[in-house]
Protein backbone atom coordinates (compact mmCIF):
# COMPACT_ATOMS: atom_id res chain seq x y z
CA UNK A 1 0.00 0.00 0.00
CA UNK A 2 1.48 3.39 -0.98
CA UNK A 3 1.79 6.18 1.45
CA UNK A 4 -0.08 9.08 0.70
CA UNK A 5 0.21 12.70 0.68
CA UNK A 6 -0.34 15.34 2.86
CA UNK A 7 -3.80 17.07 3.06
CA UNK A 8 -3.79 20.38 1.26
CA UNK A 9 -6.76 23.27 1.12
CA UNK A 10 -8.69 23.81 -1.88
CA UNK A 11 -9.07 26.92 -3.86
CA UNK A 12 -9.84 29.72 -1.97
CA UNK A 13 -9.77 27.76 1.59
CA UNK A 14 -7.85 28.90 4.12
CA UNK A 15 -7.40 27.62 7.64
CA UNK A 16 -7.72 29.36 11.23
CA UNK A 17 -6.36 28.24 14.50
CA UNK A 18 -8.77 29.24 17.23
CA UNK A 19 -8.67 29.23 20.89
CA UNK A 20 -11.87 29.18 23.19
CA UNK A 21 -11.53 30.31 26.37
CA UNK A 22 -14.20 28.82 29.10
CA UNK A 23 -14.41 31.54 31.42
CA UNK A 24 -15.66 33.65 29.12
CA UNK A 25 -17.10 31.33 26.69
CA UNK A 26 -15.51 32.59 23.70
CA UNK A 27 -12.92 31.92 20.68
CA UNK A 28 -10.05 33.99 19.57
CA UNK A 29 -8.43 33.27 16.67
CA UNK A 30 -4.99 33.28 16.62
CA UNK A 31 -3.58 32.25 13.11
CA UNK A 32 -5.08 32.40 9.66
CA UNK A 33 -3.51 30.59 6.61
CA UNK A 34 -3.86 29.85 3.20
CA UNK A 35 -0.75 27.33 2.29
CA UNK A 36 0.01 24.69 4.75
CA UNK A 37 -3.62 22.90 6.05
CA UNK A 38 -2.36 22.51 9.80
CA UNK A 39 -4.93 20.23 11.70
CA UNK A 40 -5.22 18.57 14.97
CA UNK A 41 -3.86 20.97 18.04
CA UNK A 42 -2.63 19.21 20.97
CA UNK A 43 -1.35 22.12 23.82
CA UNK A 44 2.41 21.65 25.49
CA UNK A 45 3.05 21.67 29.14
CA UNK A 46 5.03 24.76 28.38
CA UNK A 47 2.26 26.71 26.50
CA UNK A 48 2.84 25.68 22.95
CA UNK A 49 0.79 24.61 20.44
CA UNK A 50 1.22 21.24 18.20
CA UNK A 51 0.08 20.83 14.97
CA UNK A 52 0.67 18.84 11.88
CA UNK A 53 0.85 20.27 8.38
CA UNK A 54 2.19 19.39 5.02
CA UNK A 55 2.76 15.69 6.36
CA UNK A 56 5.34 17.38 9.47
CA UNK A 57 4.67 18.88 13.06
CA UNK A 58 4.77 22.69 13.42
CA UNK A 59 5.00 24.78 16.80
CA UNK A 60 2.57 27.71 17.50
CA UNK A 61 2.21 30.12 20.28
CA UNK A 62 -1.45 30.49 21.09
CA UNK A 63 -1.70 34.37 20.93
CA UNK A 64 -3.11 36.19 18.15
CA UNK A 65 -0.75 36.86 15.12
CA UNK A 66 1.45 34.40 16.28
CA UNK A 67 3.60 31.85 12.96
CA UNK A 68 4.66 28.69 12.74
CA UNK A 69 7.97 27.10 13.46
CA UNK A 70 8.23 23.22 12.12
CA UNK A 71 9.58 20.59 14.47
CA UNK A 72 12.81 19.04 12.89
CA UNK A 73 11.40 15.41 13.50
CA UNK A 74 13.59 12.89 10.88
CA UNK A 75 13.13 9.09 10.06
CA UNK A 76 9.66 9.34 9.34
CA UNK A 77 7.41 9.13 6.44
CA UNK A 78 4.79 12.00 5.99
CA UNK A 79 2.62 12.31 9.47
CA UNK A 80 -0.80 12.45 9.37
CA UNK A 81 -2.76 14.30 12.37
CA UNK A 82 -2.67 11.49 15.52
CA UNK A 83 -0.60 12.84 17.25
CA UNK A 84 -0.30 13.01 21.42
CA UNK A 85 2.07 14.56 23.60
CA UNK A 86 3.80 12.37 26.44
CA UNK A 87 3.22 13.14 29.71
CA UNK A 88 6.72 13.59 30.44
CA UNK A 89 6.46 16.71 28.60
CA UNK A 90 9.09 16.63 26.65
CA UNK A 91 7.95 13.88 23.93
CA UNK A 92 5.48 12.86 21.37
CA UNK A 93 3.72 9.99 20.00
CA UNK A 94 3.01 10.39 16.48
CA UNK A 95 0.96 8.43 13.63
CA UNK A 96 2.73 8.43 10.18
CA UNK A 97 1.26 7.77 6.46
CA UNK A 98 2.84 4.38 6.34
CA UNK A 99 0.06 3.57 9.29
CA UNK A 100 3.10 2.85 11.88
CA UNK A 101 2.79 4.76 15.13
CA UNK A 102 6.55 6.77 16.50
CA UNK A 103 7.79 8.40 19.25
CA UNK A 104 9.72 11.17 19.06
CA UNK A 105 11.25 14.77 20.88
CA UNK A 106 9.44 17.39 20.67
CA UNK A 107 12.84 19.25 20.09
CA UNK A 108 13.72 16.44 16.93
CA UNK A 109 15.64 14.48 16.05
CA UNK A 110 15.04 11.19 15.26
CA UNK A 111 12.00 9.49 15.52
CA UNK A 112 11.57 5.78 16.71
CA UNK A 113 8.95 3.30 15.94
CA UNK A 114 6.87 1.78 18.22
CA UNK A 115 4.36 -0.94 16.12
CA UNK A 116 5.29 -3.86 14.11
CA UNK A 117 5.02 -2.85 10.36
CA UNK A 118 3.95 -7.28 9.77
CA UNK A 119 1.07 -7.25 12.07
CA UNK A 120 -1.35 -6.87 9.10
CA UNK A 121 -3.07 -3.60 11.32
CA UNK A 122 -3.08 0.15 10.50
CA UNK A 123 -2.45 2.12 13.34
CA UNK A 124 -3.98 5.46 14.27
CA UNK A 125 -3.10 7.03 17.85
CA UNK A 126 -5.06 8.77 20.10
CA UNK A 127 -4.00 8.51 23.58
CA UNK A 128 -1.36 7.44 26.32
CA UNK A 129 -2.40 6.92 29.98
CA UNK A 130 -1.46 9.38 32.73
CA UNK A 131 1.87 7.36 33.53
CA UNK A 132 3.37 7.24 29.87
CA UNK A 133 3.62 3.84 29.85
CA UNK A 134 0.67 2.53 27.55
CA UNK A 135 -1.12 4.29 24.44
CA UNK A 136 -4.78 3.82 22.77
CA UNK A 137 -5.16 3.44 18.87
CA UNK A 138 -7.18 2.82 16.39
CA UNK A 139 -6.86 -0.33 14.83
CA UNK A 140 -7.70 -0.76 11.29
CA UNK A 141 -7.91 -4.14 8.75
CA UNK A 142 -8.43 -3.80 5.47
CA UNK A 143 -10.21 -6.48 3.19
CA UNK A 144 -9.06 -7.61 -0.31
CA UNK A 145 -11.33 -5.64 -1.80
CA UNK A 146 -9.48 -2.48 -0.43
CA UNK A 147 -12.44 -1.22 2.31
CA UNK A 148 -12.42 -1.42 6.10
CA UNK A 149 -13.36 -4.89 7.67
CA UNK A 150 -13.00 -3.38 11.02
CA UNK A 151 -11.89 -0.12 13.20
CA UNK A 152 -11.15 -1.60 16.60
CA UNK A 153 -9.68 0.10 20.27
CA UNK A 154 -6.29 -1.44 20.97
CA UNK A 155 -3.92 -0.59 23.90
CA UNK A 156 0.27 -0.91 23.33
CA UNK A 157 2.87 -0.46 25.82
CA UNK A 158 5.29 2.82 24.53
CA UNK A 159 7.84 0.15 24.04
CA UNK A 160 5.54 -2.05 21.28
CA UNK A 161 5.11 -4.99 24.06
CA UNK A 162 1.36 -6.15 24.74
CA UNK A 163 -0.42 -5.16 22.03
CA UNK A 164 -3.77 -6.05 22.56
CA UNK A 165 -7.79 -5.53 21.97
CA UNK A 166 -9.71 -3.08 24.59
CA UNK A 167 -13.10 -2.88 22.91
CA UNK A 168 -13.87 -4.86 19.54
CA UNK A 169 -17.80 -3.90 19.01
CA UNK A 170 -18.55 -1.91 15.98
CA UNK A 171 -16.05 0.68 14.24
CA UNK A 172 -14.76 2.54 16.63
CA UNK A 173 -12.51 5.25 16.57
CA UNK A 174 -10.69 8.47 18.91
CA UNK A 175 -9.76 6.49 22.00
CA UNK A 176 -8.39 8.99 25.16
CA UNK A 177 -7.31 7.81 28.54
CA UNK A 178 -9.24 10.01 31.29
CA UNK A 179 -7.03 11.90 33.75
CA UNK A 180 -6.90 9.28 36.12
CA UNK A 181 -6.25 6.47 33.93
CA UNK A 182 -9.29 4.48 34.55
CA UNK A 183 -11.30 4.92 31.41
CA UNK A 184 -10.70 5.03 27.67
CA UNK A 185 -13.64 6.88 25.78
CA UNK A 186 -13.62 7.07 22.21
CA UNK A 187 -16.50 7.57 19.28
CA UNK A 188 -18.07 4.05 18.41
CA UNK A 189 -20.75 2.65 16.24
CA UNK A 190 -21.36 0.18 18.51
CA UNK A 191 -24.89 0.70 19.84
CA UNK A 192 -26.48 1.64 16.22
CA UNK A 193 -27.76 -0.29 13.10
CA UNK A 194 -27.05 2.75 10.94
CA UNK A 195 -23.55 2.92 8.97
CA UNK A 196 -21.71 6.12 10.32
CA UNK A 197 -23.61 6.76 13.12
CA UNK A 198 -21.06 6.97 16.28
CA UNK A 199 -22.10 7.66 19.44
CA UNK A 200 -19.36 8.81 22.55
CA UNK A 201 -18.64 5.89 24.62
CA UNK A 202 -16.44 4.74 27.38
CA UNK A 203 -14.97 1.28 28.58
CA UNK A 204 -12.31 0.74 31.98
CA UNK A 205 -8.53 0.41 31.11
CA UNK A 206 -9.28 -3.39 31.84
CA UNK A 207 -11.80 -3.58 29.23
CA UNK A 208 -14.93 -3.74 31.21
CA UNK A 209 -17.60 -1.49 31.82
CA UNK A 210 -18.66 -0.33 28.74
CA UNK A 211 -20.92 2.53 29.22
CA UNK A 212 -22.98 4.98 26.09
CA UNK A 213 -22.26 8.51 26.83
CA UNK A 214 -24.63 10.46 24.29
CA UNK A 215 -27.62 9.61 22.84
CA UNK A 216 -28.95 11.93 19.59
CA UNK A 217 -29.56 11.68 15.87
CA UNK A 218 -25.84 13.50 15.25
CA UNK A 219 -22.34 11.55 14.51
CA UNK A 220 -20.09 12.20 17.27
CA UNK A 221 -16.65 11.95 17.38
CA UNK A 222 -13.08 12.50 19.61
CA UNK A 223 -14.08 13.26 23.18
CA UNK A 224 -11.26 14.97 25.30
CA UNK A 225 -10.88 16.00 28.56
CA UNK A 226 -9.00 17.93 30.31
CA UNK A 227 -5.73 17.03 32.55
CA UNK A 228 -7.87 19.53 35.34
CA UNK A 229 -11.46 20.30 35.83
CA UNK A 230 -14.97 18.58 34.80
CA UNK A 231 -15.15 19.66 31.27
CA UNK A 232 -14.88 17.71 28.30
CA UNK A 233 -15.63 18.59 24.80
CA UNK A 234 -16.47 16.25 21.50
CA UNK A 235 -16.51 17.08 17.76
CA UNK A 236 -20.42 16.57 16.32
CA UNK A 237 -21.30 15.98 12.54
CA UNK A 238 -24.82 16.15 11.11
CA UNK A 239 -26.68 13.34 10.99
CA UNK A 240 -26.23 10.76 8.33
CA UNK A 241 -22.38 11.93 7.81
CA UNK A 242 -20.38 8.54 7.16
CA UNK A 243 -17.08 8.51 8.84
CA UNK A 244 -15.15 11.87 9.80
CA UNK A 245 -14.81 13.83 6.78
CA UNK A 246 -13.80 17.02 5.84
CA UNK A 247 -15.26 20.33 4.78
CA UNK A 248 -18.71 20.13 6.54
CA UNK A 249 -20.76 22.04 9.23
CA UNK A 250 -19.41 20.91 12.20
CA UNK A 251 -20.68 21.58 16.10
CA UNK A 252 -17.86 21.59 19.13
CA UNK A 253 -20.03 20.41 22.29
CA UNK A 254 -19.20 21.02 25.80
CA UNK A 255 -20.09 18.63 28.82
CA UNK A 256 -19.78 19.87 32.16
CA UNK A 257 -19.26 17.82 35.36
CA UNK A 258 -19.85 14.30 33.76
CA UNK A 259 -23.41 15.30 31.95
CA UNK A 260 -23.07 13.70 28.81
CA UNK A 261 -26.75 14.05 28.28
CA UNK A 262 -27.19 17.37 28.09
CA UNK A 263 -24.05 18.91 26.15
CA UNK A 264 -23.91 22.82 24.97
CA UNK A 265 -23.01 23.63 22.00
CA UNK A 266 -20.16 26.52 21.75
CA UNK A 267 -18.80 26.87 18.40
CA UNK A 268 -20.54 26.07 14.95
CA UNK A 269 -18.07 25.97 11.84
CA UNK A 270 -16.52 24.92 8.87
CA UNK A 271 -14.24 21.66 8.96
CA UNK A 272 -14.44 18.45 10.92
CA UNK A 273 -11.37 16.24 9.69
CA UNK A 274 -8.16 18.16 11.38
CA UNK A 275 -10.71 20.64 13.52
CA UNK A 276 -9.63 18.40 17.18
CA UNK A 277 -8.74 15.24 15.91
CA UNK A 278 -6.32 15.05 19.33
CA UNK A 279 -6.68 16.42 22.92
CA UNK A 280 -6.04 20.08 22.61
CA UNK A 281 -6.73 21.39 25.95
CA UNK A 282 -4.52 23.70 27.90
CA UNK A 283 -2.95 22.07 31.17
CA UNK A 284 -4.83 24.08 33.38
CA UNK A 285 -8.21 22.77 31.42
CA UNK A 286 -9.52 25.91 31.05
CA UNK A 287 -8.97 26.54 26.86
CA UNK A 288 -8.52 24.27 24.19
CA UNK A 289 -7.57 25.28 20.70
CA UNK A 290 -9.51 24.40 17.51
CA UNK A 291 -8.98 24.74 13.69
CA UNK A 292 -11.50 25.41 10.91
CA UNK A 293 -11.26 25.56 7.09
CA UNK A 294 -13.58 28.18 5.69
CA UNK A 295 -13.58 28.71 1.51
CA UNK A 296 -13.33 32.12 -0.03
CA UNK A 297 -12.58 33.23 3.46
CA UNK A 298 -9.83 36.54 3.12
CA UNK A 299 -6.91 34.40 3.86
CA UNK A 300 -2.85 35.96 4.91
CA UNK A 301 -0.12 34.17 3.56
CA UNK A 302 1.31 31.54 6.96
CA UNK A 303 4.48 32.85 8.25
Same mark, same amino acid.
Given at each position: MSIPPARTLAAGQSCRVHVFDTSTMSSTLIHRGNDVLL????????????LNGDGVLWTLTPMSGASTRQVPITGVPVLNNDHVLAPNGTEIFISANDWQI??????????? /???????GILH *???? &???????? @??????ISAEMTISSAHVHTIRVDGGDDRPLF?????????YS???????FNTEHFSDTDGHAQI??? /??????????? *??DR &???????P @?????????????????????????????RNGNWRDPETIVTLFGGQGTINVNSWSPDGTQFAYVDYPIDDVAQTDS
Open positions: EAPNWTQDGRLIYRASLSGGDAT /RITAPDD *FLHG &VSPDGTQL @AYTAVKQGGPSDGSEPDGEWVYARI /RSDGSGLEQLT *FD &VNWFPHL @ARGELAVYLSFPPGTIGHPADLPVELRLV
